[in-house]
């Protein structure tokens, strides 16, 4: 079997690209002046790994409600996806409550680039092609990184990647 790799331009990440995103998350007002404490709360959940239905279990509002509330946030922001979000959030130190610590965390270099464009808010398609890979190539990688971090989603795994001094706080380009 054959595979033949075609870049889409629509798909594809320049340096420029990412600086630009480092540099607007760094302009984001602070977070708790934008939302109330109850979205706040709903950042910190998405930042655990918990889905909608699991926050919905617990809350007076539906999963439905909960994807609405993160959507809304995600639109407020300006930001790509929850991963997103989240990295805005631990820049700003948003987080009274650290996780709890884990064992010494070693990414290869390919992983310390992917969990920084995952969030920054690019998709895996991106991200694929940004690496010149196949999707399945780097959605295998992405299952990698959180497997390596035990974390239950790309939220969770930018949450710990920052707690964890994978990724370093403030950046700029």
Known sequence: ???IMVQVE???ISKEDIAARELGILAIKPLVEIFDAELIQEIEFASQGMTAAEVAKFSQV???GIYSRRRNIIHELGCHNMPHVIRVACQQALFKEPLPDQSI???TPIQLIEINLISLGYEGKEIAAYRHVRHDVFRNSSEDISRKLR???KSHATRISFEQHIL????AA
């Open 1 to 3: 079997m054959t595979y």
């Open 10 to 12: 629509s798909l594809a």
């Open 62 to 64: 539906g999963e439905g």
């Open 105 to 107: 965390i070693r990414l």
């Open 151 to 153: 974390a239950k989603n």
């Open 168 to 171: 370093p706080l403030n950046q």
